[in-house]
């Protein structure tokens, strides 16, 4: 090989050498702007067991859910019961969130992804009430944009940690129950009523005449009898049947503040629906006005448990268990979906089987 040929082999290797190291240079320059940290936990080392309270700010509110003993409860609501398989799911997703993207963003771009004033601010803290994590969730991130953004789920969200103003992180879960509204954090759970035996409206002061009615039977298996009833007056027992099964389900909407006046809810003057069980218990559901789609309303529960009959000792267990927390509910006023209540505030002649059913 003379030396022309290795003259010009040399230089060809140096432009190989040097076409090799642009590429890479154009290929690390399109790398993320953090890329070591893709993939990392975003709130490295924490234990859901070290989680004693999750607070949530928005622009339009704020709920603190802490623990309490053995209990959950919301401080907004004096403690209200929180629903706790709602809180524990959302902990777990806190702790196992992961960066997904992260890069630069100023200011503009804060106030544009709801980064800012305008964002919600989680925060995980200690028994000691001092933050063991926290971050602004922001907007949902799409990896395509829907029609309609609000209603969209969303395939993250953008968020943001304390002390980096200057870096959006994106999620991949979009922390749909991040919202400081308490109907999404409480307890849905009223009170459950077996074996009802007597079911009685009483309508509120001022009510058109006809609308109180009381139902009765002698046994868990026994029809429906209406009491006082007159003339040709013979109760439908379908809808009995639902009156008593829709009041032994009765299930919350939400909790409202502390310090509402009785008259601000209409529990001044109720409609008081009392119902008694085989098994010795009174429950009293006191319904007042209307907000929106719910009733405002109180819950009272009486009487000790004195079960019969060959199961007595399983009912009394099952009935032991649930009553602290039913009577519990007295100390609040809730309110209920006014679809769960259609069933028992009919008027008495809605109870009535109609004269052509009567015939058949």
């Known amino acids: 090989m003379n030396a022309r040929v290795v003259a010009v082999l040399v230089v060809l290797l140096a432009a190989m050498g040097g076409g090799a190291l642009l590429v890479r240079q154009q290929a690390d320059s399109q790398k993320p702007a953090d890329a070591a940290n893709l993939g990392q936990p975003l709130f490295k080392g924490l234990q859901a067991a070290a989680v004693a309270a999750v607070a949530i700010r928005q622009p339009k509110g704020a709920i603190t859910i802490e623990k309490k003993g053995e209990r959950w409860v919301i401080a907004e609501l004096d403690g209200f019961p929180a629903d706790y398989d709602k809180l524990r799911d959302f902990v777990l997703k806190a702790i196992a969130l992961k960066v997904g993207q992260s890069e630069p963003i100023g200011e503009k771009d804060r106030a544009r992804l709801l980064l800012d004033a305008g964002g919600t601010v989680i925060e995980l803290r200690g028994a000691d009430g001092k933050p063991l ?177 060959q199961d007595a000792e399983a009912r009394l267990k099952k009935i032991s268990e649930r009553l602290p927390r039913e009577k519990e509910l007295a100390q609040y006023v809730v309110l209920v979906p006014k679809s769960k209540l259609e069933d028992i505030l009919k008027k008495r002649a809605d109870l009535l089987a109609k004269k052509d059913e009567k015939k058949k």
């Open 133 to 309: 994590a926290q971050l602004t969730a922001g907007k949902k991130y799409f990896k395509a944009e829907p029609e309609n953004p609000e209603r969209a789920i969303g395939d993250g969200r953008y968020v943001a940690l304390p002390g980096e103003e200057k870096r959006v992180i994106v999620i991949s879960d979009p922390l749909t129950q991040a919202s400081a509204k308490t109907a999404d954090w409480i307890s849905k759970a009223g009170f459950e009523v077996e074996k009802i035996k007597t079911l009685e409206l009483g309508a509120a002061p001022g009510a058109q005449s006809g609308s109180s009615w009381r139902i009765e039977r002698s046994g868990d298996n026994a029809d429906w009898k209406l009491a006082g009833a007159r003339g040709d007056e013979k109760l439908e027992v379908s809808k009995a049947n639902a009156a008593a099964y829709t009041f032994g389900r009765i299930e919350l909407a939400d909790a409202a503040p502390k310090g509402l006046k009785p008259e601000d809810a209409g529990l001044d003057k109720p409609t008081v629906v009392t119902a008694t069980t085989l098994d010795g218990l009174t429950y009293t559901l006191k319904v007042g006005k209307l907000e929106g789609e719910n009733h405002y309303a109180s819950i009272a529960v009486a009487g000790e448990p004195k079960p019969e009959g």
